[in-house]
């Protein structure tokens, strides 16, 4: 008996551990909440009762409970679609009719539109009639209906790029290829949109576009920037060559600049603008304009010594 009473404790130890072990495990999971082990004794009984003096027969495992405190902690992603509750209550997600109910917050959208979480269940929520008035009773997944909503082109893309004083100038400068990570010091990658064009059976529908920027170290706070969009040149399509200007910040801070200033133009020490950019698309191997408009001057800022 006294040999089973210690396997027990050992074995309560045991699942201490596994509990704890699960809580650290999830540390990093959105929307986790931690549990605890609670332990019941043993006692043996009888027919005749147990009497007076009778010992106990060890401990087990009575139940793990979770706790639903609201969470400390709130880390901010960026993406609008992350959610937290504040207070009591569970987002509601349905998968294929399946209801579930979780406290994690982290959603985007399929396909289709549709708000949704990481294994696809669509998050729940109450419709809304034509006048913008909330169906209350009336649950539904929730779906974001873009197609009323007029394309807008990108025009100003704000990014922080810190160019490394530190980082060697590239000893040779070898010809520049977007393709060789050998050719540049650093790559700066963003997503812009065109604004579409016309009407009914001829419409252009608005497009994403995949603008980046290029920089190769040439000397001490001296740099090149090269641009593409969506591995063309952003004014002519039909070639791959890339815009380029050199940039080279004095002592006295300021930016000067040299090279294709009719389609990189300085709007300030800390802010260039694309300009002319043709949107584009490939045809049957061929890249061509897509006919839609493109909104406009793209701004492109350096901010935080983009040169220092």
Excluded: C
Excluded at 183 to 207: C, E, H, K, L, W
């Amino acid at each position: 008996m006294s040999f089973n009473t210690a396997i027990s404790g050992i074995n309560a130890a045991n699942k201490r551990l596994e509990v704890a072990g699960n809580n650290i495990a999830n540390s990093g999971t959105v929307g986790f909440k931690s549990s605890r082990a609670q332990f019941s004794a043993l006692y043996s009984s009888a027919q005749l009762g147990s009497g007076r003096n009778a010992i106990g027969d060890g401990v087990r495992l009575a139940a793990t409970q979770q706790n639903f405190n609201q969470g400390d902690s709130m880390t901010t992603s960026g993406n609008p679609l992350d959610m937290r509750i504040q207070g009591n209550g569970f987002f509601v997600v349905s998968d294929k009719g399946s209801l579930a109910y979780t406290r994690a917050g982290a959603f985007l959208k399929d396909a289709a539109n549709f708000v949704v979480d990481s294994e696809g269940g669509r998050l729940q929520g109450y419709a809304a009639n034509d006048k913008g008035e909330i169906m209350r009773g009336l649950r539904t997944d929730l779906q974001i209906d873009t197609s009323n909503v007029a394309a807008r082109a990108t025009t100003r893309v704000a990014e922080n790029i810190n160019l490394d004083a530190s980082l060697p100038s590239l000893a040779r400068l070898p010809a520049f290829d977007p393709a060789d990570p050998a050719t540049y010091t650093r790559a700066v990658g963003r997503t812009i949109q065109d604004a579409g064009s016309g009407t009914g059976a001829g419409a252009v529908p608005a497009a994403d576009h995949e603008l980046k920027q290029y920089f190769v170290k040439t000397g001490d706070r001296q740099w090149s920037m090269y641009v593409l969009v969506d591995g063309r040149n952003p004014v002519d399509p039909n070639s791959v060559a890339p815009l380029h200007v050199t940039l080279e910040q004095k002592p006295n801070g300021s930016l000067s600049y040299s090279g294709n200033s009719q389609h990189l133009r300085k709007i300030s020490d800390t802010e260039f603008a694309l300009q002319g950019w043709r949107p584009a698309h490939e045809v049957n191997g061929a890249w061509m304009s897509n006919g839609a408009a493109s909104g406009g001057a793209v701004s492109l800022p350096l901010i935080d010594g983009a040169a220092s």
